[in-house]
C-alpha cells in the first residue's frame, strides 16, 4: 500500500523560496515516477512537476526556470525546491506516485501540504 507524506509547505513572501519534501512507503521507490500537483481554492488540480524512475523531468509552464523536482532514492523522498515564489503559486501542493516512467504520473496521492505567498 502506497503511503505519501508531504512536508514543508507554509507562508513565505513574494520573491522567496520554500523547499518541499515527499516521503513515500510501501513501494520499491525507484521503480516509481513522482510527480508534484497544486490545487487552490475554486480551481483544478494542475500538474507542476515530475521526475521519472530513470530521472527525466518535466514542468507545468507555471513553473519552468523556477521550480525544481528531484529524488533521493536511498531516502525514498521526492523534493520540490520552489524558488521566486509569487502569490499565484499559493495552493496545497500534492505529491503523486505512479510506478514507471510517466512524464505526468497519475497513481497514488498524498493529503498535501499549504503554501501561501504572501506579503
Known amino acids: 500500500q502506497v503511503q505519501l507524506v508531504e512536508s514543508g509547505g507554509g507562508l513565505v513572501e513574494p520573491g522567496g523560496s520554500l523547499r518541499l519534501s515527499c516521503s513515500a512507503s510501501?513501494?520499491?521507490?525507484?521503480?516509481?515516477?513522482l510527480g508534484w500537483y497544486r490545487q487552490a481554492p475554486g480551481k483544478q488540480r494542475e500538474f507542476i512537476a515530475a521526475i521519472t524512475a530513470g530521472g527525466a523531468t518535466n514542468y507545468g509552464d507555471s513553473v519552468k526556470g523556477r521550480f525544481t523536482i528531484s529524488r533521493d532514492n536511498a531516502k525514498s523522498t521526492v523534493y520540490l525546491q520552489m524558488n521566486s515564489l509569487k502569490p499565484e503559486d499559493t495552493a496545497v501542493y500534492y505529491c503523486n506516485a505512479e510506478l514507471g516512467w510517466s512524464l505526468t504520473p497519475w497513481g497514488s496521492w498524498g493529503r498535501g501540504t499549504q503554501v501561501t505567498v504572501s506579503s
Open positions: 510501501g513501494i520499491i521507490f525507484s521503480l516509481y515516477a
